[in-house]
């Protein structure tokens, strides 16, 4: 009897061992991570749209580095300037390359934006030199009729950009929306949301978040034009 009562509890505790490896393989198989930042209580308040239903004015230049530069993920090592957030995903690629053979978004040291109502608007990517002032490096054009941003109750929102990261062992598939809009102090504000799942073999991470960034308005006077690169030859 004591030998048989001695394997009936030995075994039971290797059942309930495996029960609990099961239960951790489970948990860890549907992790989600959720991340929503709430909007920075020192940052100056947003400024309302001209009118219910139209997109708000975004016009004006901006340092092209953020004021406020977050932590970039791996797959999004450029977050904090603002040519990556307004162009990527949204612009045809030029045929410029970077090492990687991969194509490239001028970075520059401001942006100009010129919005045409709710319809267009006008995105230069500028280089400031003490000799030669302001030169343009790129030029770009976003379209409400092409799809490239609709105006939301939230601000002008740009068309989701997708993101796939595939490696050997893991990949991740998600996709972000980002919508901007002015503060009251004429920073340029953008709220991010993210969406992502990590494959890795028979674990699924998923994860959700909300954050904000900002870029500083730059007052330019008309003798600050900029012109062409070209044209600075």
């Given amino acids: ?29 549907s992790c989600v991570w959720t991340h929503h930042s709430d909007y920075p209580k020192d940052w100056s308040p947003i400024a309302t749209a001209a009118e219910p239903g139209h997109c708000p004015d975004l016009s004006g230049t901006y ?10 993920p791996a797959w999004e090592e450029a977050c904090n300037w603002l040519s990556y957030n307004l162009l990527s995903g949204n612009i045809g690629w030029s045929e410029v390359k970077d090492e990687s053979d991969r194509p490239a978004i001028p970075i520059g040291s401001h942006v100009r934006i010129q919005q045409s109502g709710d319809q267009r608007l006008d995105v230069s990517l500028l280089q400031e ?10 030029e770009y054009v976003l379209r409400a009729a092409d799809a490239d ?11 989701s950009r997708s993101i796939f990261v595939p490696a050997l062992i893991e990949n991740a598939v998600g996709s972000v929306r980002r919508i901007f809009n002015r503060g ?42 900029p012109v062409r690169g070209n044209e600075a030859d």
Avoid at 4 to 18: D, F, N, T
Avoid at 149 to 159: A, D, F, I, M, V
């Fill in 149 to 159: 941003y609709k105006c939301e109750p939230e601000g002008l929102q740009l068309k």
């Fill in 1 to 29: 009897m004591c030998a048989r009562g001695l394997l009936r509890k030995k075994v039971s505790a290797v059942l309930l061992r495996l029960a609990g490896a099961s239960i951790s393989i489970l948990s860890l198989a």
């Fill in 63 to 72: 340092r092209a580095f953020s004021a406020d530069a977050n932590p970039c």
């Fill in 184 to 225: 009251e102090d004429g920073h340029l504000i953008m709220k991010r949301e993210g969406d992502m799942v990590l494959h890795m073999g028979f674990f699924i991470h998923a994860s959700d978040s909300i954050d904000w960034t900002r870029w500083e308005h730059i007052e330019t006077s008309d003798s600050a034009a």
């Fill in 129 to 138: 030199d003490a000799e030669q002032g302001w030169t343009v490096i790129g």
